[in-house]
Nanobody, 124 residues
Framework: QVQLVESGGGLVQAGGSLRLSCAAS????????WGWFRQAPGKEREFAAA????????YYADSVKGRFTISRDNIKNTVYLQMNSLKPEDTALYYC?????????????????WGQGTQVTVSS
């Protein structure tokens, strides 16, 4: 089992920044691929960003590319999502997730473990 706890969400004005953290415990952190997903009210969950086990490759949704940066610290067992130039449409519940297989990282069903989520609200 892997336990994931997100933090760092909050209320921010448009154009501002937030850094989300996802602390993992349980099985070996470095064995997993990691992703961030988000779900806005009334919408389906969508992919935001993902990172490979060694951190050598990252992937982003077009809607966040150039504004969000995913990173990982295999010593601290933590994944981060740095979010800059935030827009009201970024408002959502943000989830981190862990995938052992690393296949299809843009697809939620590829992930084995999920956190409870942290709310991000961007005001205009």
């Amino acid at each position: 089992q892997v336990q994931l706890v997100e933090s760092g969400g909050g209320l921010v004005q448009a154009g501002g920044s937030l850094r989300l953290s996802c602390a993992a415990s349980g099985r070996t952190f470095s064995n997993y691929y990691w992703g961030w997903f988000r779900q806005a009210p009334g919408k389906e969950r969508e992919f935001a960003a993902a990172i490979t086990r060694g951190g050598e490759n990252t992937y982003y949704a077009d809607s966040v590319k150039g504004r969000f940066t995913i990173s990982r610290d295999n010593i601290k067992n933590t994944v981060y999502l740095q979010m800059n130039s935030l827009k009201p449409e970024d408002t959502a519940l943000y989830y981190c997730a862990a995938s052992l297989s690393g296949s299809r990282l843009r697809v939620g069903s590829s992930y084995d473990y999920w956190g409870q989520g942290t709310q991000v609200t961007v005001s205009s």
